[in-house]
C-alpha cells in the first residue's frame, strides 16, 4: 500500500493515523502539495482527481482519496483495533462530529481557499474559532479522557491533527480546554505521535 | 423519525432521497435556516449542535447531523435498497466521489460562507466550476446511465442536489456535459423527483 501524503496536510494526517493504528504498513510518497508545478503535473494528476493528498493507492492500483473516504475504507478493510463502535446510533454520532470538521472546519480553512480571500489569515482563524467553538460545547457533553468516554474513535484520528490546524492559524486555543485537554492526552498515544508532521521523511530538517 | 429539514438546503435534499429510496417514513419539520433568529433560538440550538440542517431525529430521541453521517447511518441500518455495492474497494470510490461534493464543493459554495467575502455571487460559482470540473472528469471515465455504471448510488444522491446548487450559483452547467446527462436521468427517478424542493412543504408557493 502506498499513501501519497505531505507531512503538514491535517487529512494525511488522520489517514497516517489510521495506517498506525491498525498496524498497516505502508509506503510513504512525499507530495510537496504548495509547490504548483509538482501539484499539477501530468504524473500526479493521473494518480490524484483532486490534485491533493492524501490518495492511498491499494496493492491493485486502485487510488482512493478524500481522507473521510480512506479511513472508512481502512476501518471496513481491517476491523482489528476498531475506531467505531458497534453500535450504530454511536458510529453515527461519531461520525457526525468527524464531519463537522471534515466539511465544517477545514476545507474552509485550507490555504488554498483562503488564498481567493483578501484575508487569509483571519479566514483560517475565524473559521478554525467557529469550529472549535461547536466542537469545545460538544466535547464537555460527551467526553472522558478522549472525545467519546474513554476508548479512541474516529473522533480522535480527527481532532487530533486539526488542533495543530487551529495553532498554526493563530485560533485563541484556551478558549477551548476540553479540546485542549483530550488533545493533551491523545499525543501519548504512540499511533497518533508516529503520524504527527515531525516524524514524517518530508518534514523539514530546519523550518 | 424526524428530519429537520429546509426546502433548498441541498444537504437535506440528500438525506430527503436516501429516506425515499429506502422507503423510510418520516416526518418533515421545516427549519427556515435563512431567518437567523430561528436558526439560533435556544430552542433548535438543542436540536442542532451546529445550528443547521438537516438533522435526523430517531424514535429513541438520538439526532444526528451532517448528511453525510445521517446517509451512512440509514444506509446500515436500513441495507434494503442499497446504494453501496458490497465491494469495499467500489464502495470507497464512491465515498471518494461524494466527499468531493460533501467536502470539496458544497461547504465552500455555502451562502453563510460566501457572505463573509467581499464577493459572494463570484465566490459560489467559482467553487461550484472549479468542483464539476473534478466531477466532469471523473464521470466521463467511470459514469453509465448513472455516476458508477448503471445502478444508483450514493454518488447519485450527492450529485443531483448539488447540479441544482450549480444552476442557482450561475455557473455555466454547460461546460459539463456528461454530469447534465446524468443529472437528466436521476430527474426521472421517482424518489429522487419526491425529494426535491418544489415537493417539501416549505417551498414557498410564490418564489
Known sequence: MKLYSYYISSCSWRVRTVLNYKNIKYEYIAIDI????????DEYTKISKTNRVPILELPNGDKIGESMAICEYLEEKYPDNPLYPKNLEDKAKIRNFCEIINSGMQPLQNIFVAKRTPYPKEWCKYWNEFGFKILERELVAISGKYCFGNEITM??????PQVNNGYRFGADMEQFPTVLKINDNLKLIKEFDLAKPENQPDYPKKL
Open 34 to 41: 504548495r509547490n504548483e508545478k509538482i501539484k499539477h503535473s
Open 155 to 160: 473522533a480522535d484520528v480527527f481532532l487530533h
